[in-house]
């Protein structure tokens, strides 16, 4: 039913965004299928996020239907309650427990505004590895939040966002970028399991949402990090500023039209993917009415990516074999490509495409 | 599209419920698959039940859309006319008649308010293996009537039923059980093709439909016979007679709440099953009124158990290998696997799930 | 996902309809699966209809979804530029072109009221194999359009309209045919790359939208060529009319009554199919009311013909080595199997149902 190989090239050792805090209240449990796996992910009367393995040991029933009992779950269909640790303490009807009744606890945390689950061995997780924003506080943005579940693999959702030169194209009704958008190339650097990716559009007047009466230089900069965490923010910069790029310019130096947006990309299967995102101004250059235009005009996009995405998936269904041809554009792709591809332990994981051979190059 | 090996679990020599006896008028014919096999089903002008292979001997056509002609039954598409023995006579535009122009019949008849059909050799078809309900009469009960489509194989809802422990978890709601219900086990014997699951509440109130004024002993007790019948009556006895628990207990000897539920659950594929059930109390003890409620209180609990049994499915979908952990509250499922297992030709039969190894001990 | 081996039963050297021509305005692209290969068919600012593999050579896109620029087709997820011969023209962010960076090219062209696409090799593509009325001009007929697409494959549909003794039973209630009907075998001939099959009714007063006060000769007469076109004309004659009957005879030489319906059946996967066809009264016997009353009538026969195809789909897809009993109305689609055999380079091509070997007797 679910092709596993696809999944393997994802890296296990990392933390995969769940869902928001917001959406699980205390004492509440809910499933998501990660990597394949089916979670349970629930939050104990403590307040903590807890992460287990779907199925009951007994009869393979879903934890994510169970109730919270204080910071254990109880099956709700024969009763099994686990304790914290993914051990049962009580099974109805008999006093001993088998040492097999038992299931998998996965390391969950929050941080951002987001669940975690770490997939890999839970020994691994290091949380030095959740993705810090770098020179920004998200806690001065307006932010509106939202989900898409996609029928295709995150992999193409992780292209799309790496390669951003397609908003010329897919995007030109919603962003109402101009087709000159897609002529220059970005600046593209690796960073710690990811790619930094930035863009000047110089003496302009701005578009969708940053527009500006005088002239500006503007700025677009994201972090694409394994497993598929984008971090980017975007402002406007005096005229000349990207004349003397730097490095190290800062947000809050901007003049106007400072953005930020996060977003995560989950493999639920192999074949289905769920895309969380929250965006908006930052509370000096916007508020609630321009974060609300602003997530109006994302869920327009979002919607044509999924409808390009979605059929992309079905032509690569009909013969995964076919190689792609990469542009120039396609260079963050392949930077992000090499570096999950060295992540792995298993250096020749089956690509979901016919695109790893030519994806996969060391730059 | 059909896997055929799951579906060996099931004797195939025993009778299959295909339907109600009220929902086939005469000159009808019905579809309904079996055991991954496609039945017409049909009534003619004599008003005896037939089922054949639902697959027209000419080009395959199901003939469950054919139109009863007498005791004869049209295929709708070209027209070829089919005997109650499943032999053609008439084949538009010739007059000849080719040998193999024929489809299998099958056994079928009319029994309690069902229709059942033979699924093993039609010579083998024995009647003395129609369920016969034991010291009481169905004539005398008010009866509503109900079916559920299940997207989940009949054997997870088999277990459901061997095992109503649940209901002090799954039915909390609907049923408003205890969790003390299932803290004790029911008393569990082997009877011809079957089991026998029999439990008592001593000095209660009651629960659900079945509250009593004056404190009682509460009785339910049923019979779960190949290939998926159950047989239960409940009822409120003097206090006391659980303590002098007798066999023979009869329930016409109790004093008042005496229902009875008749169910069968029907293998269509591997991954689907049809339930059927009948259920309402004694015409001493309620009327329609009473017969409504507890039906409503049932589609509750079917609900959940439905939405529970789904979910368990599509688990075992993803891991087939998984195994199971039994509790004590299994013993029943545990017989009745052993009854089928002996029952069938094929001992090695594959089992649907990973459960096989440890439900199949003898007892 | 997609079983090839049912489609080989299909000539690649053939023109297929992909739709009508109307439905396809200059500048718009749309896409369709034939024979399993998805296809962009787009109208350039010329008014030429084009036909490419849909799937953009950079990363598999649907060009489908693409924007036509005059007589070129740009892909609207990265901007790939594409000629009318396939290949590309532009890359956005970059100057040179990798000759890789192409899409197959299929012969277009529109003829009657359709498009069709060659699936063959180009080299091969021949006009000469459009079909052509004889003996009737299109234009001079008032016509309904439409289309419906089958969860079947498209030889099921063929099968169909190659006996047409199924109205007796299948549209007993939509064509209010006798069962008669289906007593009568109808004259069949091979023709060029197909067949042909004429009915003659004596002395009727005709029946569904060509009804007649007078008695008359009720004619029917239709080609059903490759790979799975239609174009069938009825009209009434003088009684006598058919006991001399002549291959020659003309439609206007007809009373009245006369009607044309064009069909094509096109094979999308091996499970699915579209069903085109236009239907209505010559000028001189029926104006746009008679048209839309034999529209209407033919919507519920489709309706009845696809209830029962996509039945008998499922049934053989439960069983797909079943075989047919063919009787001796499929005199023409035996006929027409060995025409679609003998084109086939490939000879022992695989049948989509058992049928292949009773089908696929010489004549």
Redesign the interface.
Known sequence: ??GRDPLRWYTRNAWYVAGFSKDLPVGKAMGLTIL?Q?LAIWRGADGMVRAFD??C??????LS?G?CEGNRL???????LYEDDGSVSA????TGI?P??RVRAYPACEHLDWIWVWMGEAADADHDLLPVPNGYNPKEFVFGYGQIDYAAEARLIC?NLL?L??V???HSASFQSE?EF????PLVSAVDRGVRVRRWIENTHGSSTRRSTAPVDAYQTYDFLVPGILLMWSANFPTGTAAKDSKEILPLDSIDGLSLTLQAVTPMTDQSARYFFYSGPHCRDGDEAKRDAMMEMAAQAFSEDR??IE??Q??????PA????????DRATTIYSGIVRKLNATRFAVAP?G?KEQNDVDE
Do not use: T, W
Not at 91 to 94: D, K
Not at 182 to 185: N, Y
């Open positions: 039913m679910i394949g089916p779907d199925r040991a007994h009869r393979l029933a879903p239907k109730r109880r099956c709700m269909y024969h009763g099994l099974v109805p009807g008999q088998p097999q009744a292209d390669d030169s397609h010329a194209f897919l087709p897609a002529d220059r190339l409808e390009m059929a992309q079905v032509l690569i269904n009909i013969d076919r190689r792609i041809v990469p542009s120039a554009h495409c695109s």
